[in-house]
């Protein structure tokens, strides 16, 4: 554990890439949004998605962990299973931190009137929806996600190369290409959202845990195996 401890401690120097750049995107993304807003004085409320900038990064982050961190860690002698409890372990709790300011920033942005311009951006309609740990859970369920989703890509690529990666870009492109075919071709998308309609965020978001579960797991399997 010690160890797992020490990985946190060498990973957390990087604060740039922690905690530094994600918030700053965030902040650069909500002044731009806000400064449209407010000069557009438009009446009618605005949704900006903007929001995403932050999980976007988020998923970047999960790529250079193992690009930038990986190899200078097993320089450094550190155990693979040390380097994945310590990386995991760093991801939960600041994926949990920020799912926490993220929940503080919507309910300002709630009793604000979206900020004095009626401007959506860290509170979504039907994301934002249920009691305070369902919306707590639905931002970290999806940040933690995507997290172990770019770790899982970077894993992969660590283990079997560029061509490796490239294939399996190609083969899930193909893949949600044909869904997305046979979801027009049988009009299965009006059923489809409605059934999304039908359920709460939480309830939705809520079986990412599975596949996340499968991210990690693979992921420490791949970097098992994977040369320096």
């Keep these: 554990m010690n160890r797992a401890v020490g990985v946190i401690r060498m990973q957390l120097r990087d604060k740039w890439l922690w905690i530094y750049m994600p918030w700053l995107i965030l902040a ?15 009446e009618v409320e605005s949704y900006t998605g903007a929001l995403s900038s932050l999980y976007g990064f988020i998923f970047v982050n999960g790529i250079m962990t193992i ?3 990986f190899p200078f860690s097993i320089g450094l002698s550190v155990r693979r299973i ?7 372990s760093l991801a939960v709790f600041l994926c949990a931190l920020y799912s926490v300011i993220l929940y503080v920033l919507a309910l300002a942005e709630e009793s604000t009137s979206g900020w004095g311009v009626q401007m959506h951006f860290f509170s979504i309609p039907w994301f934002s929806d249920g009691t305070e740990i369902e919306r707590i859970w639905v931002l970290f369920s999806l940040m933690l996600h995507l997290y172990f989703l770019g770790l899982t890509f970077s894993s992969w690529y660590r283990r079997f190369g560029r061509n490796a990666l490239f294939f399996l870009l190609v083969f899930l492109a193909l893949a949600l290409s044909i869904i997305a075919y046979l979801f027009t071709y049988y009009e299965f998308w009006d059923e489809a959202w409605n059934r999304i309609r039908s359920i709460s965020a939480a309830e939705l978001l809520g079986w990412l845990t599975i596949p996340t579960f499968l991210y990690a797991f693979f992921s420490y399997l791949l970097i098992r195996r994977a040369t320096v």
């Design 67 to 69: 690009t930038q961190w």
């Design 28 to 42: 650069l993304s909500f002044a731009i949004n806000f400064a449209i807003r407010f000069f557009a004085r438009g």
């Design 82 to 88: 040390d380097f994945f409890k310590g990386t995991s």
